[in-house]
């Protein structure tokens, strides 16, 4: 990525020896300073330089911030590929069959509470918790 380009805006050319603060890398990323701190606590983002400013501050260069790939929403898809297109269909279709399941878990306990069974022996049966059991129960009322 060219860093005069910032999504199809032109920027001037930077200084080889700019440096931001948190404030200012969170403000170019468009998320607040906390989100900017937790990226880079797992590298999502440039690590800051190693010498800390006149005030102590961490800051970081801003090319390698302008040009780092970008987590999170709002990033590119160009690295989608059909494997990874297959793989979130397959995360889809174990999500309804988690529902389908959950479902049948919900006419179980029911069953259960009808015929006289202990919450803690559905729950345990069923792997919930028992605050899980009284919370379906409630909701099937």
């Known amino acids: 990525m060219d860093p005069t380009d910032d999504g199809g805006r032109a920027l001037t050319r930077p200084d080889a020896d700019e440096t931001w603060t948190a404030d200012e890398c969170a403000a170019h990323w468009g998320v607040k300073t906390p989100t900017w701190l937790g990226y880079v606590s797992r590298s999502q983002a440039p690590q800051p330089l190693p010498d800390r400013d006149e005030h102590g501050r961490r800051r970081w260069d801003a090319v390698a911030v302008r040009t780092f790939p970008r987590p999170g929403p709002g990033r590119s898809r160009a690295g989608a590929t059909p494997e990874a297109d297959r793989l979130l269909a397959d995360m889809r279709a174990v999500t ?28 345990h049966a069923l792997g919930i918790s028992r605050q899980t059991a009284y919370s379906w129960l409630s909701d099937a009322d």
């Not at 069959?97 to 729950?123: F, P, W």
């Open 96 to 123: 309804l069959e988690i529902e389908s399941i959950r479902e049948r878990q919900k006419e179980l306990l029911v069953e259960g509470r009808n015929r006289g069974l202990e919450i803690r022996s559905m729950a």
